[in-house]
């Protein structure tokens, strides 16, 4: 985190962003789903390239909850 400002507690932001960190926790929950399903494809495809796309989506999904309540907390000022 080399653009903070050297406030490391903010508890207003993170629990401004908490509601919408549960939302993206159930996107997380499709991106393992289809992480899942299309790793399985990738190994039956003989290419292996077509579904790379898809699993490098589905790897933002899963890490979206933390993506999402960081951007909250950078939001509000000190």
């Given at each position: 985190?080399s653009?903070?400002?050297?406030?490391?507690?903010?508890?207003?932001?993170?629990?401004?962003?908490?509601?919408?960190?549960?939302?993206?926790?159930?996107?997380s929950?499709?991106?393992?789903?289809?992480?899942?399903?299309?790793?399985?494809?990738?190994?039956?495809?003989?290419?292996?390239?077509?579904?790379?796309?898809?699993?490098?989506?589905?790897?933002?999904?899963?890490?979206?909850?933390?993506?999402?309540?960081?951007?909250?907390?950078?939001?509000?000022?000190?």
């Amino acid at each position: 985190m080399s653009n903070d400002d050297g406030c490391l507690c903010r508890p207003c932001g993170f629990l401004l962003g908490l509601p919408f960190m549960l939302l993206s926790a159930i996107l997380s929950l499709v991106g393992i789903v289809v992480w899942v399903i299309a790793t399985l494809l990738i190994c039956i495809c003989p290419c292996g390239v077509c579904l790379a796309a898809v699993v490098s989506f589905a790897i933002w999904l899963i890490k979206m909850p933390i993506h999402v309540i960081t951007w909250f907390t950078r939001q509000i000022p000190c």
